[in-house]
T-cell receptor
Framework: TQLLEQSPQFLSIQEGENLTVYCNSS?????LQWYRQEPGEGPVLLVT?????EVKKLKRLTFQFGDARKDSSLHITAAQPGDTGLYLC??????????FGTGTRLTIIP | EAQVTQNPRYLITVTGKKLTVTCSQN?????MSWYRQDPGLGLRQIYY???????DKGDVPEGYKVSRKEKRNFPLILESPSPNQTSLYFC???????????????FGPGTRLTVT
């Protein structure tokens, strides 16, 4: 069973600060996705990355896929209270199934 | 509007009383999946279905059944629920994209189940 480790588990920062969260695996991903989940709701897909070294931007969010396709990071610039939520990475290992990390719970303090 | 619906959203039941959680999608996806989410364990796949009449076990299938008689519906059945099945359940409708074998998941709103 492939494992995805996300760090940190919890992060609480002030509005306006920058932050980075990480997703790591010992196995190579065929693709990797990031989701955000808010309380009482299902996860919502933010981005999919498939190519080693790929960088994708979604407004203030920057997603990077490691060159070796074993790790990924999510960087948020000038965090806002609306960014609060559980951030999940999910990796595909070529078997048509997604394996989810346990998530980073982010709180942005106004 | 593209969506995945689940019912019920909340359910409290007793050990051994059979229950069904329904899931329906309007995106014409062939692939659907069920997950449970538990603190510290993340989302774990229970069952998935790549097409009508095709279902496969995920990582934690014990105690669950599914059926896929039509494309839009994928119900989750607990024949004899036990307290260790108390959890938050999500149905997902899955779209293959890009020709890379990449599957993007669209989740329902969740069903919070408590078994006493």
């Amino acid at each position: 069973t492939q494992l995805l480790e996300q760090s940190p588990q919890f992060l609480s920062i002030q509005e306006g600060e920058n932050l980075t969260v990480y997703c790591n695996s010992s196995s190579v991903f065929s693709s990797l996705q990031w989701y955000r989940q808010e309380p009482g709701e299902g996860p919502v897909l933010l981005v999919t990355v498939v190519t080693g070294g790929e960088v994708k931007k979604l407004k203030r969010l920057t997603f990077q896929f490691g060159d070796a396709r074993k790790d990924s990071s999510l960087h948020i610039t000038a965090a806002q209270p609306g960014d609060t939520g559980l951030y999940l990475c999910a990796g595909e290992f070529g078997n048509e199934k997604l394996t989810f990390g346990t998530g980073t719970r982010l709180t942005i303090i106004p | 509007e593209a969506q995945v619906t689940q019912n019920p959203r909340y359910l409290i039941t007793v050990t051994g009383k059979k229950l069904t959680v329904t899931c329906s999608q309007n995106m014409n996806h062939e692939y659907m999946s069920w997950y449970r989410q538990d603190p510290g364990l993340g989302l774990r796949q229970i069952y998935y279905s790549m097409n009508v009449e095709v279902t496969d076990k995920g990582d934690v299938p014990e105690g669950y059944k599914v059926s896929r008689k039509e494309k839009r519906n994928f119900p989750l059945i607990l024949e004899s629920p036990s307290p260790n099945q108390t959890s938050l359940y999500f149905c997902a409708s899955v779209q293959g994209v890009g020709g890379f074998g990449t599957y993007e998941q669209y989740f329902g709103p969740g069903t919070r189940l408590t078994v006493t």
